[in-house]
Nanobody, 120 residues
Framework: QVQLVESGGGLVQAGGSLRLSCTAS????????MGWFRQAPGKEREFVAA?????????NYADSVKGRFTISRDNGKNTVYLQMNSLKPEDTAVYYC????????????WGQGTQVTVSS
């Protein structure tokens, strides 16, 4: 069982920045493939960014956030980050982190989410 706890959400003006953190339990964090997702009111949850485990650190992003968001990880702290710059009102959502054992298949574990609100 992996527990994920997000933090760092809040209210920010358009053009501003926030950094989300997600800390995981377990002693094999470095092997986890980690992802960030978001869900806006009335919309389905969507993929935002992901970073691979096993020391490879390969990243990929949704087109809507490329060039503005950066995912990174600190295996020594069991933490994955999402640096969000040039925020737009359409980035407003609950942001979730998730983990899985490998690069394929569904994410197995999810955090409780953190609210990000971007005002215009």
């Amino acid at each position: 069982q992996v527990q994920l706890v997000e933090s760092g959400g809040g209210l920010v003006q358009a053009g501003g920045s926030l950094r989300l953190s997600c800390t995981a339990s377990g002693r094999t964090f470095s092997t986890y493939h980690m992802g960030w997702f978001r869900q806006a009111p009335g919309k389905e949850r969507e993929f935002v960014a992901a970073i691979s485990g096993w020391g490879t650190g390969i990243t990929n992003y949704a087109d809507s956030v490329k060039g503005r968001f950066t995912i990174s990880r600190d295996n020594g702290k069991n933490t994955v980050y999402l640096q969000m710059n040039s925020l737009k009102p359409e980035d407003t959502a609950v942001y979730y982190c998730a983990s899985k054992a490998g690069g394929t298949g569904p994410y197995n574990y999810w955090g409780q989410g953190t609210q990000v609100t971007v005002s215009s």
